[in-house]
Structure formats: C-alpha cells, structure tokens
C-alpha cells in the first residue's frame, strides 16, 4: 500500500494510505466501524456497496492512520463522476461522459478524532490525488451549514434541502483547492 506522512494544522502526524482493490479486505472492518458511527442509515455505505465501490480501478480510497495509533482515524473514498450517473445532482452535472471529473462519495473521521484537522487534510488529499491523475475536477455533496477549511473553495452547483431524508441540507459542489495549497 502507498502512503504519504501528513501533518495537519494542530499538528496531529500520521500516514494517508492509498487502498488498492486487493488491500480492501484488510481495512474492510475498519472503514465500516467509520462509516456506521459517521452516516446515519439512509446515507450510510453497505459493507456490499462499499466494497464494490473499492473494487473499481478508478476508485481513491484513503485511509488516515495518526502516528502511534492502532485504529484508523478517518478514510475517504472517489471515483470518477461516471460511477455516480443515478445519484441526484450528478447524474445531472454538465460533465457526465467528459471524464474529467472526480466525486467525492465519502469522508468520514472517527468521533474522537474530529475537529483537528482530519477531514479537511483528508479532502485536501484526494483533491490533490485527483489532480495529479489528470481529473481537472471535483465534485461532492457537502452539508449545506458545513464551513469548509480556508484552503478549500465550494461553487455550490445545487441544493437539496432534505438529502435523503435525513432532515439536513446538503449542497452539490465543485471543490477547488487555493493554489498555494497543492504540496
Ligand atoms: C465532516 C467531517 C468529515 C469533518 O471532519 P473533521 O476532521 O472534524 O474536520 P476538520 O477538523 O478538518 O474541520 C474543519 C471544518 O470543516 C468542516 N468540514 C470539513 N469537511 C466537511 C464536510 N465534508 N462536510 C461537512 N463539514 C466539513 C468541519 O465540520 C469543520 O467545521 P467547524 O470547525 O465549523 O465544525 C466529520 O465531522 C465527520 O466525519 N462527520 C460525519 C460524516 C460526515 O458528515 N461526512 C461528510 C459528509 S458531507
């Protein structure tokens, strides 16, 4: 598995590892423990849907271990938009067939690891994977009350105000990351 050290704003030290098709069953557990203490059940990934989302080829699957711990503190998963053509907003971005766009589907931190930096050095690295694989583009649907980290820009493309019934707002947006942020 490749990884990379991060260092976040409060200083919280780990590796991003990049999860292959054939690693999944070795982090499988870990990233639903996540999941099912993150997303509530209309939202929240099925251990099928999941591992069928980390088979794809195109497929980023991140998983975030700090330094000195044992249990993974967040992971993230994307693929590119063409994966997600039933999903409302996607299915009616302007970019379907380009293949020039990735969608974020997930991101998720461990309660006891949350607010410290995680989620958005998380975002900031799958932007950045993204970029480097050639998609010019992401996009992903975030809580609309969500103040993302100042490195990261939103365009909010649509907005649903009962996303999957879960009584919460949830926009569609293009994720940009301020230039000085690439590393
Ligand atoms: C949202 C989440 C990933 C943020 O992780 P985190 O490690 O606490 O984030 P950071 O410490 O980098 O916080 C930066 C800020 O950006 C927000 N943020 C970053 N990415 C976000 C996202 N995708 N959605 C909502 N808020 C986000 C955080 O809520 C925080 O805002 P605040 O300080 O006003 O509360 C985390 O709270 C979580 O896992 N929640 C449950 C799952 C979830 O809602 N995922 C996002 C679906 S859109």
Not at 20 to 47: C, P, Q, Y
Request: aromatic share 8%.
């Amino acid at each position: 598995m490749i990884s990379r050290r991060f260092r976040t704003r409060t200083w919280l030290v780990g590796q991003f590892i990049r999860v292959t098709a054939k690693d999944w069953h070795r982090v499988k557990n870990h990233i639903l423990r996540i999941e099912r203490a993150s997303f509530v059940h209309s939202i929240m990934g099925s251990e099928h849907s999941l591992t069928e989302a980390a088979s794809s080829p195109t497929a980023i699957t991140l998983l975030v271990v700090v330094e000195r711990c044992v249990q993974p503190a967040a992971y993230a998963m994307a693929n590119k938009l063409e994966e997600f053509d039933d999903l409302p907003g996607a299915k009616d971005d302007l970019h379907q067939g380009h293949e020039d766009t990735m969608y974020l589907s997930s991101v998720a931190v461990a309660r006891e690891w949350r607010k410290r930096g995680l989620g958005s050095a998380l975002e900031r690295e799958v932007i950045t994977i993204a970029h480097n694989n050639g998609f010019p583009r992401i996009t992903a649907h975030i809580r609309s009350s969500a103040h993302l980290d100042n490195h990261i820009t939103k365009s909010v493309l649509h907005t649903f105000p009962n996303w999957y019934g879960t009584g919460e707002a949830f926009d569609y947006v293009e994720l940009d990351l301020k230039s000085h942020q690439h590393d």
